[in-house]
């Protein structure tokens, strides 16, 4: 079999045409090749024979205020008499020396995309960031965007680390516990599979990574250098299951920990009453000045003046 890159190249050829048709068009602000199909610095997906090959072109069109609807669709459906009858079906095959392949096209209105009601969430902006590869960009204007989307998704990211670490202290073993106590086994090993997931995305955030299409979560840890071999190997331990037995579920709780642990993110009670607590204040509408419930000598909130002066 070709390697990635070999291959890779040999699909573009196949695909030259259809570029070619797509980017004569003078309404076409962008031609982007995505994912394993493109060819970037901080690509580390794999291009196969059993890869999709992957466009997306963005295309110019008038747009007022007053048409941008939260689902794109909507706009879309707006402005169907606009959109220039050249753009093609989304999905479809070109045949290739190994058989056949299957070519996306993924479609966008620059002026949506532009508006600043539109966020793009993390998967959105690493395709576009890290794994597309620009054909042709008008004035650079969708970089400077991709830019933007990028940016904007970061500091979204910044925010959801405390709550990833909350749930982390709750579903890494509390809660998988608590669940395969009440219904069986099985719903505790789905509650430590999220924890694991939980993990996963902690690890993209604090190494100042967007988080990726989840088929390629677990391949770009270790190819980006995120994770150890030995911590990628405690991360496949967790991952076995036997979904019926709770002593596998006990033993998955301990692995996770141990990951957790060699990761910076400790498990000890003290720190997780700490994580928790911070975490909670963010949820309180007093924040840190939340009133406490007593029940001696008689029920009651005591608010924090109250607190602080006694």
């Not at 995505?34 to 024979?49: D, I, M, P, R, W």
């Not at 608590?178 to 604090?206: C, F, N």
């Amino acid at each position: 079999m070709p390697e990635s890159s070999e291959l890779r190249d040999q699909a573009r050829h196949y695909v030259r045409g259809l570029i070619a048709a797509i980017g004569k068009n003078p309404e076409v602000q962008a031609l982007y090749v995505l994912s394993s199909s493109a060819n970037t610095s901080e690509n580390v997906t794999v291009f196969g024979k059993d890869s999709d090959f992957d466009l997306a072109v963005i295309v110019d069109v008038p747009l007022r205020s007053d048409e941008w609807r939260p689902d794109p669709e909507d706009t879309y459906t707006l402005v169907a008499d606009r959109i220039p009858d050249w753009v093609p079906e989304f999905s479809f095959y070109l045949p290739v020396a190994w058989g056949s392949m299957e070519v996306n096209v993924h479609q966008l209105i620059y002026q949506y995309e532009a508006d600043v009601r539109t966020v793009w969430n993390s998967d959105k902006c690493d395709a576009y960031a890290n794994k597309g590869e620009p054909l042709l960009d008008r004035a650079g204007r969708f970089g400077e965007l991709i830019a933007l989307k990028t940016r904007e998704q970061q500091h979204r990211l910044g925010l959801e680390e405390p709550r990833l670490l909350n749930r982390i202290t709750w579903d890494a073993r509390e809660i998988a516990v608590k669940q395969a106590h009440r219904v069986g086994p099985p719903s505790g090993h789905v509650v430590l599979s999220m924890a694991l997931e939980e993990v996963i995305d902690w690890v993209y955030i604090t190494n100042g990574r967007l988080i990726p299409n989840r088929k390629w979560k677990l391949f770009q840890l270790r190819a980006l250098g995120m994770v150890t071999e030995e911590q990628e190997q405690l991360l496949l331990q967790v991952m076995a299951c036997a979904p019926h037995s709770m002593s596998d579920l006990e033993r998955r709780i301990d692995v996770l920990a141990r990951l957790c642990g060699s990761l910076g993110i400790p498990l000890d009670s003290h720190s997780i009453r700490r994580t928790r607590k911070s975490y909670q204040r963010h949820k309180q509408l007093l924040g840190a000045r939340a009133a406490v419930y007593t029940s001696r000598p008689t029920p009651r909130l005591i608010p924090y003046v109250g607190r602080v002066r006694a």
